[in-house]
């Protein structure tokens, strides 16, 4: 069982960089991969990346790869995404996920556990 709290949603110009964060809290003996994804307005869930418990292993999706990074703080129980070079295509709201099994996931029903969602807004 996990808690995600996300933060550093913002409004920010194309080119810019942005950084959100996601805090893991609670008690289980599991150990979990992290995801991010993003909802667009009018759009589906979408799959930007994932990183593994002990940061091995990382993976995005094609319309991040080179922009964004996926890092982990497991000292801080905390996820973060770099987020540069910023489109206003990637406006959305920005979901953390936590899944209990191991794997490379890029699929939203893998996931069992979800923050509250971060706004970023990228402005032409």
């Known amino acids: 069982q996990v808690q995600l709290v996300e933060s550093g949603g913002g409004l920010v110009q194309a080119g810019g960089s942005l950084r959100l964060s996601c805090a893991a809290s609670g008690h289980s003996d599991s150990s979990y991969v992290m995801g991010w994804f993003r909802q667009a307005p009018g759009k589906e869930r979408e799959f930007v990346g994932t990183i593994s418990r002990s940061s091995t292993v990382s993976y995005y999706a094609d319309s991040v790869k080179g922009r964004f990074t996926v890092s982990r703080d497991n000292a801080k129980n905390t996820v973060y995404l770099q987020m540069n070079s910023l489109k206003p295509e990637d406006t959305a709201v920005y979901y953390c996920?936590?899944?209990?099994?191991?794997?490379?996931?890029?699929?939203?029903?893998?996931?069992?556990?979800w923050g509250q969602g971060a706004q970023v807004t990228v402005s032409s």
């Open positions: 996920a936590a899944s209990a099994r191991l794997g490379v996931f890029t699929a939203a029903h893998e996931y069992s556990y």
